[in-house]
């Protein structure tokens, strides 16, 4: 089984930062694109930033030029650097990732972490 684990949420003041882990384990032969996602309450899950196997990124227009996107293959990690935040970039962050788990696997698999919290507050 394929496992997502995000970590580094927590509360930060306006225009402070944050750096968002997430990192697979399990039974992976290869990840392709990863993607963070966040959904604030009442609203929908939306997505952040997407990064490709080799290193391609986009952005959504409300987080560019403030995160980066980031992955580092050999350790099978993702990373999101959030700089300047806003109380608008409160919410539940979502680590999604496709994987195929062996080389034999024909259709790789659509995965989600658990989500980490990020609090942006004075």
């Known amino acids: 089984q394929v496992q997502l684990v995000e970590s580094g949420g927590g509360l930060v003041q306006p225009g402070g930062s944050l750096t968002l882990a997430c990192a697979a384990t399990?039974?992976?032969?290869?990840?392709?694109?990863m993607a963070w996602y966040r959904q604030a309450p009442g609203k929908q899950r939306e997505l952040v930033a997407i990064?490709?196997?080799?290193?391609?990124?986009n952005y959504a227009d409300s987080t560019k030029g403030r995160f980066t996107i980031s992955r580092d293959n050999a350790r099978k990690t993702m990373y999101l650097q959030m700089n300047n935040l806003k109380p608008e970039d409160t919410a539940a962050y979502y680590c999604?990732?496709?994987?195929?788990?062996?080389?034999?696997?024909?259709?790789?698999?659509?995965?989600w972490g658990q989500g980490t919290q990020v609090t942006v507050s004075s």
């Open positions: 990064i490709a196997f080799d290193g391609a990124t």
């Open positions: 999604n990732a496709v994987v195929r788990r062996s080389s034999s696997e024909l259709n790789p698999g659509n995965y």
């Open positions: 399990g039974s992976i032969f290869r990840i392709y694109a």
